[in-house]
Structure formats: C-alpha cells, structure tokens
C-alpha cells in the first residue's frame, strides 16, 4: 500500500498528505554495525564475533556498485565493508537482525521506541519476559494512537512498559539495549509496514561508555525523572547536546559534505551547511519532500551546494539522519540517530545519535548515500 508523503509542522516527523497512510519519523573500529532499518536482516549471531566486528558477511544479492536509489546491497554478488559496518537492501517485510538481537537477551532489555507496531518485534520481547528476562519500554505519550496495541500486548504479558515523560514534546528516541552490553541506535522506527521501502541506518554500538549512558538515560527516562546525559565521547542527545555535536561535524567538513534526511529546516544546521558550501566543500544534500524546505534548500543551493529530492507517493522514503563529513580522508566523520534536522527534533524531544570514524562504516555509508544520491530528483 502506498504512504502519504508529509507535510511541514512544527515537531520531530512531518505531517501526511491523503497519499499515503499514516506514518511518523520519525568512531568506532568493532563496536559499531550499521544497519538500514529499511531492509533484510542477515542473523545476529553472526555479526558479532570479535567484540562486535563485522568481517566477511555477504549480502544476499549484494554487489559493489550501489543502484541509484537503491541499496549498496542491490544487484547481483556479496558485499562486505571489511569493518563493522553495512547497508541492507530494501524489499523485506521484516527485520530478523533485530529480532535475533532481542532474542539474544539473557538479563534484561529496554527499548525506547517513538513508534512500535512490528508484532514480531512485541511478540518477541514478551517471549523474552516469559523466559525471565527483565524487559522494559519506553513508548512515547503522543503516539499512543500508534502504539496502544503494542503497549496493551506487552502489558498483558507483564512486560514492563510506560508512556514517555511530558517533559520532552515528543521521546522520537528509537533505542534497544541488551543485558547492559550493547544498543543499537536507530534512525528508524519499529514499525513493519514501512520496512520494504524506507531508507534508514542503525549502529550496534557496544563501547562501553556509551552503553552506560545510554542506560542511565533510560532508567531516568523510564521513572520520569530529570537527568543530563553523559555524551560518552560518541553519543548525541536532544534536547542536550544534539544540536551542537550535528553543527560540529558539519562545521568539520574541509573537502565534502553530504547529508540525508527527511526533514531538513532547523536555521543552524541550514545555515551551517550554506556556509560549507560558500567555503568550497562540496555539499550534497537528499531530502525527502523537498518542496516542504524549499527556503533551506534554495540557501544551500544559492551557497553553490547540491540538493536532490524525492517525493513520489511510491518507492524510496527518505527517513533517513545522515551527515558525512569529508568521507575517506583520515579525519573523516559521520553523525546518525533519531533526530531530524529541525529545530523541534535537536533542542525539544528526547533523540539520540552516534558520531562514527572508522573507515569502513563511513565508507559504506558514503557509498549508500552516492546511490540515494543519484536516485533522487534535481531539488533546485
């Protein structure tokens, strides 16, 4: 079934036009993999011999050369990143690396989750529970619409599970963290209907640090009490830190800069990005529903940047939060998370993000933007 594209609005994911049903947004060596929530899922025992690292998986129907548009993993032979890192191709229903990391579980999980409607992902938490695991979520209080079945289900089942706190305007978080050792980051929701079709990226982060943190923050978050976060070197959080660590690695780009997201209005980051371009580096920019940022993206363009779109109520969705900067030079970097780049999303909701360094989960994800890259429509 196709989705509505969205409209503008004052809050982390936009609003949906009559042309699809409703949907809402929205460096680390071995500690990181990443995934695009939009995609088949290879198992999760696999992807993490030597503390996490990634080494030799192919992908089904992998091959080196990304389709325009599509995923790196598109076309024909195996793709491997040689690190931690890689990019599944869209086409799938479900999402078994995720389910195969929640059946890993032992001691406890938790998840913060702005929207949650995978039935295989709740019926496997609650599976969990039976099996004396200590499970606990976090769903967020204005998506009870949304997530009212997930959290009825899990509840009955004895699952821990409460409604975000108000003091955020809206928890677009989308976190799991397993017995305490490893979370994955996601730009992406738990929501299986938009799985096939939707361009998004995750990090199996397993620093020590950052799992701490991440931690702290959700059993704060989940007794509804007030805490500043611990960025851990690595992590990015609204309404904290997330603005300023985004601007820090965009105002870092000496050579390139590229960034992917479905929203793209917050004044700092449009004006950062514009100064880059005004600087020399080459600035590309993929956005969803271009027409809904046409005052940012004509600053950018103006700026001597590139801007592409896509708006078609069918194929690619570009949920994607994406920034990388001065991709396969030795200080390259590279942000993902939960936040998109609006004001509302990095200073007024809880989010989380991850800056990344290692060569080849930049590398990879470089390659996957070139291919949404050259898949989207001219936006100037």
């Known amino acids: 079934m196709a989705r509505s594209r969205r409209t503008s609005r004052t809050r982390s994911s936009s609003r949906r036009t009559a042309r699809r049903p409703r949907r809402r947004g929205s460096g680390r060596g071995f500690g990181a993999l990443l995934v695009a929530a939009a995609v088949v899922f290879g198992g999760y025992a696999y992807l993490h011999s030597h503390g996490g690292s990634v080494r030799g998986l192919g992908i089904g129907g992998g091959t080196s050369a990304p389709a325009p548009g599509g995923s790196v993993s598109a076309g024909g032979g195996a793709v491997t990143s040689g690190g931690t890192a890689f990019v599944f191709a869209t086409g799938a229903a479900s999402e078994p690396l995720i389910y195969k990391f929640i059946d890993s579980a032992r001691s406890s999980i938790d998840m913060t989750m702005y929207e949650l409607s995978d039935t295989t992902a709740v019926n496997d938490l609650i599976a969990r529970k039976k099996?004396?695991?200590?499970?606990?979520?976090?769903?967020?209080?204005?998506?009870?619409?949304?997530?009212?079945?997930?959290?009825?289900a899990l509840v009955k089942d004895g699952v821990g599970v409460v409604w975000s706190s108000t003091a955020f305007q809206y928890t677009h978080q989308k976190t799991l963290t397993v017995d305490d050792r490893e979370s994955l980051?996601?730009?992406?929701?738990?929501?299986?209907?938009?799985y096939s079709a939707t361009r998004d990226y995750g990090d199996f982060d397993t620093a020590a640090n950052?799992?701490?943190a991440v931690v702290a923050v959700f059993d704060a978050d989940y007794a509804h009490k007030s805490i500043t976060p611990s960025d851990a070197g690595d992590l990015l959080w609204s309404p904290t830190t997330a603005q300023s660590r985004v601007l820090s690695v965009i105002d870092g780009a000496r050579k390139t800069l590229d960034v992917e997201g479905e929203e793209f209005n917050d004044p700092a980051v449009v004006d950062a990005v514009a100064a880059r371009a005004e600087?020399?580096?080459?600035?590309?920019?993929?956005v969803e529903s271009p027409s809904q940022y046409a005052s940012a993206i004509a600053k950018v363009v103006k700026a001597g940047g590139r801007v592409v779109g896509y708006s078609s109520?069918?194929?690619?969705?570009?949920?994607?939060?994406?920034?990388?900067?001065?991709?396969?030079?030795?200080?390259?970097?590279?942000?993902?998370?939960?936040?998109?780049?609006t004001a509302n999303s990095l200073t007024r909701n809880r989010e989380l993000g991850i800056t990344l360094h290692d060569a080849a989960d930049c590398g990879l994800l470089e390659r996957q933007f070139a291919a949404d890259y050259a898949g989207g429509a001219n936006a100037s």
């Open 131 to 152: 099996a004396g695991v200590d499970v606990r979520v976090i769903l967020d209080q204005a998506e009870k619409s949304t997530d009212q079945s997930a959290y009825s």
């Open 185 to 194: 980051i996601l730009t992406g929701n738990l929501t299986s209907n938009y």
């Open 210 to 212: 950052d799992v701490k």
């Open 279 to 286: 600087a020399g580096v080459a600035v590309r920019v993929v």
């Open 313 to 341: 109520k069918t194929g690619l969705y570009i949920h994607a939060k994406l920034v990388i900067a001065d991709a396969g030079q030795p200080d390259q970097s590279a942000e993902i998370g939960s936040m998109n780049y």
